[in-house]
């Protein structure tokens, strides 16, 4: 029977049977047992260190007598009178809670949560971060074997390949959780909770883990050139990623009040604190219960919450897959194509804002709810549109093949190449992920009241901050377009690690003259026009006039023409011919 399920298995993916009969050996099958079983072992005899025996105090938590002596212990404390208050803690210090005054159905319930609990906590670690670290770490070993290219030249799909390495590679993980999982079922049910729950809390886990496992793939995928530092960095930034956002749903559980309540979507302890609200001891309760979008209330009950973070999960997975399918076969291809990267841009604009739109006492306070998350977005954005250049920007080959043979590989126009086609330059496509980008905020600097104000409450002069915001975009608009031209520009050179020059060039423009100002103490309430040409343009407008706004962006878009111009004219020259170039002089 059993040699019957693995020729099943090696039929529908021989890339899972590779892995299960790598990894599951005698050995390994021991070793995972008597893990899950030692653990099981401590989590169970843990509590008993609270077990209540004959010197079990009044006033301790499983004594049914505790109310009455804690009142009476507030009223000695009360009268305020020391010798009192001695004689009464010497009383409690003597006299011991009776046997049969022991609520031990109380104390027994609570036993089978905490391992409940425990259990919860220990698979969600146990799972992303090991799992995590062997995918990375299988790669890696595969890419130094040389094996993985043998594997990209097998028949199988893609698809079944990647599942039977995320099935396969943490097989050892799987084993330990499973065989815990009667255990945890049992406390649960012992602890009274109710089976749609833990179901729920199971579905979450299964998705997280099939998220984090294909997020483990790619990062192995697109980041070789960290050799064997690879599975430690991945495994090391999920470790992190959980406990920040651990310790955020701990303290910090109103931060989802906020457009970064999509990043928090990610991690299992929110929705697992919803779930089981005595997993953080939180007194007001989970906070996806006031959790939003775009005013939906998502947190009343529990099929939106969890549905909700299973759509979530599900969509960006899918993502993922999409890029792992196409660096897969070809390591030297983008992680995701342009027509991709404006879905994923148009996707986190909808995300974020529908989380920054959330009731907070006056419904629809749109402009309220805008600024508080306005730092927030910007940041967002701004990092997502930088990574997009590095990831669609392509190399000097790249543009040259491009440039030299489109006449004879596409009967398209030019304006549709630069669009769509992955080997011409980003410029374009970097330019409608701003548009993309831009329109919500145009919407919302169209219609806010927020430029009304007692002291110019007349038209005009709400006109002219409604002018001064859209000029601010233009300016960002345009400093994030010569940013892409340089990166083009640094790639097209013939000097080697055009990357990283490419990086540190644009990070040198970024992020040095804000700093170097900032250091000489320019700050921009006090030079404002100065930093109208630095990264954070939107810091000077409320200091500066309209028409020195208009100035700066005039300028700005003077040095993208110019940019633009010597781009084109490099990519003109990188599709001569050798021969052409030779009669030139060239």
């Given at each position: 029977m059993m040699l019957n399920l693995i020729d099943k298995i090696g039929d529908a993916n021989p890339q899972l049977l590779r892995e299960l009969k790598g990894r599951l050996k005698f050995f390994n099958v021991a070793i995972a047992v008597a893990i899950s079983l030692l653990l099981q072992l401590v989590v169970y005899l843990y509590q008993f260190r609270e077990f209540p025996d004959d010197r079990y105090q009044l006033t301790d938590t499983y004594c049914r007598l505790r109310q009455i002596y804690e009142q009476r212990q507030r009223e000695v404390y009360q009268q305020t009178n020391q010798s009192?208050?001695?004689e009464f803690n010497s009383f409690l210090s003597k006299n011991?809670?009776?046997?049969n005054q022991i609520d031990w159905?109380?104390?027994w319930r609570d036993h089978w949560e905490y391992i409940f609990l425990s259990l919860s906590v220990i698979f969600i670690f146990t799972l992303l971060v090991a799992g995590t670290y062997l995918l990375i770490n299988d790669l890696a070993k595969e890419e130094r074997r040389g094996t993985l290219n043998f594997i990209r030249l097998s028949p199988q799909s893609e698809t079944s390949i990647l599942t039977g390495k995320l099935l396969g590679v943490p097989s050892f993980i799987y084993l330990i959780v499973l065989l815990a999982l009667p255990l945890h079922l049992w406390a649960g049910r012992s602890a009274n909770i109710a089976f749609s729950y833990i179901f729920s809390y199971y579905a979450i886990v299964v998705s997280s883990c099939i998220f984090f496992y294909s997020g483990a793939l790619l990062f192995g995928l697109v980041t070789r050139w960290f050799s064997g530092f690879q599975p430690w960095l991945g495994s090391g930034a999920v470790l992190f990623f959980l406990f920040m956002t651990m310790a955020m749903a701990s303290y910090y559980g109103n931060s989802l009040n906020n457009s970064g309540a999509w990043w928090r979507l990610f991690n299992p302890w929110d929705v697992t604190n919803y779930l089981f609200p005595n997993l953080f001891r939180v007194h007001n309760g989970s906070p996806l219960k006031s959790l939003e979008f775009?005013?939906?209330?998502?947190?009343?009950n529990i099929?939106?919450?969890?549905?909700?973070?299973l759509l979530n999960y599900g969509v960006c997975t899918y993502g993922i897959f999409k890029a792992l399918k196409r660096c897969f076969r070809n390591p030297q291809a983008s992680v995701i194509s342009k027509g991709q990267s404006y879905i994923i841009v148009a996707f986190c604009q909808l995300m974020m804002w529908g989380f920054t739109l959330q009731y907070r006492g006056n419904l629809f306070d749109l402009d309220r709810q805008v600024e508080q998350n306005f730092a927030l977005m910007a940041l967002y954005n701004v990092g997502l549109l930088v990574s997009l250049i590095a990831i669609l920007t392509p190399h000097r080959q790249t543009v040259q093949d491009w440039a030299r043979y489109r006449h004879q590989t596409s009967n398209k126009s030019i304006w549709w190449d630069l669009i769509a086609s992955e080997r011409s330059p980003a410029l374009v496509a970097i330019a409608i992920n701003l548009i993309i980008v831009s329109i919500?905020?145009?919407v919302w600097i169209s219609l806010t009241s927020t430029f009304n104000t007692d002291t110019n409450p007349n038209w005009a002069g709400d006109n002219i901050d409604r002018?001064?915001?859209?000029?601010?975009?233009?300016?960002?608009?345009s400093m994030i377009l010569i940013y892409a031209t340089i990166a083009q520009l640094v790639l097209l050179l013939k000097t080697p690690k055009r990357s990283f020059w490419a990086i540190g060039t644009v990070g040198g423009i970024m992020f040095l003259p804000p700093v170097v100002l900032e250091l000489i103490g320019i700050s921009s309430w006090k030079n404002p026009t100065i930093w109208l040409f630095s990264t954070f343009p939107w810091s000077a407008i409320s200091y500066s006039e309209a028409t020195t706004i208009f100035m700066a962006f005039l300028a700005q878009v003077s040095v993208l023409g110019f940019l633009n111009f010597q781009l084109t004219k490099q990519v003109r020259l990188a599709g001569e011919s050798?021969?052409?170039?030779?009669?030139?002089g060239r």
């Open positions: 009192k208050i001695d011991f809670c009776p046997e159905q109380f104390w775009f005013y939906i209330p998502l947190g009343t099929v939106s919450v969890v549905g909700f973070h919500p905020w145009v002018l001064k915001s859209l000029l601010a975009l233009a300016l960002s608009i050798a021969t052409k170039a030779l009669l030139a």
